[in-house]
């Protein structure tokens, strides 16, 4: 089986930009979440969407949004990107909506970002 | 805030010998999750803690969860080459606020196992 699919692998942007990358969950899964991991640090949680619904937010500016489609994937888009930004942006995929016992999220292998 | 605090953030060992991750938080998880990451790609599940005071064992490696469930350990037994990369844990938020499933990570421990 297909595990968590993310596109594209690597994307360069400037300074000002906006961003949309891609998720697509693992069949069956309803729930996907989005994280945002600086290099040489632990991923920070951006978005939880469930039944195409946002569940959750870290905290994050209103730069960063997202949905989720019918078929359960996702997008998450960034407006006036900032240096900062660069980062390898994780999706993660749960079966049920992800936080009680159990619910396990499995994770995409990224989107590596860099913003010039 | 949550928070996990997880050490050592290096460790360099030699193949052969044991060693131990920890991961302590003044919160209380509904579950936590300790992950493998190589460079450049996603985190991979090791395994999930749920019940407090839980032991669980995987090959060469052991997870704890504490009995208040706001802490976890991660032992290796005669560690090798191939379980060099970065380790992470990450606590699962339960039920209720803007944050519900989110999972908070902590800043990660690179192991360099050498042969």
């Known amino acids: 089986d297909a595990g968590v699919t993310q596109s594209p692998t690597h994307l360069i942007k400037t300074r000002g930009q906006h961003v949309t990358l891609r998720c697509s969950p693992i069949s069956g899964h309803k729930s996907v979440s989005w994280y945002q991991q600086v290099l040489g640090q632990g991923p920070q949680f951006i978005f939880q969407?469930?039944?195409?619904?946002?569940?959750g937010r870290g905290n994050f500016p209103d730069r960063f949004s997202a949905r989720q489609f019918p078929n359960y994937s996702s997008e998450l888009n960034v407006n006036a990107l900032l240096l900062g930004d660069s980062a390898l942006y994780l999706c993660a995929s749960s079966v049920r909506l992800a936080g009680g016992p159990g619910d396990t999220q499995y994770f995409g292998p990224g989107t590596r970002l860099t913003v010039l | 805030t949550q928070l996990l605090e997880q050490s050592p953030q290096f460790l360099s060992i030699q193949e052969g010998e044991n060693l131990t991750v920890y991961c302590n938080s003044s919160s209380v998880f509904s579950s936590l999750q300790w992950y493998r990451q190589e460079p450049g790609e996603g985190p991979v599940l090791l395994v999930t803690?749920?019940?407090?005071?839980e032991v669980k064992k995987l090959k060469r490696l052991t997870f704890q969860f504490g009995d208040a469930r706001k802490d976890s350990s991660l032992h290796i037994t005669a560690a090798q080459p191939g379980d060099t990369g970065l380790y992470l844990c990450a606590g699962a938020t339960g039920a209720g606020g803007t944050s519900y499933g989110k999972l908070t990570f902590g800043q990660g421990t690179i192991l360099t196992v050498h042969p």
């Open positions: 803690v749920v019940t407090g005071g």
């Open positions: 969407y469930y039944e195409k619904e946002e569940r």
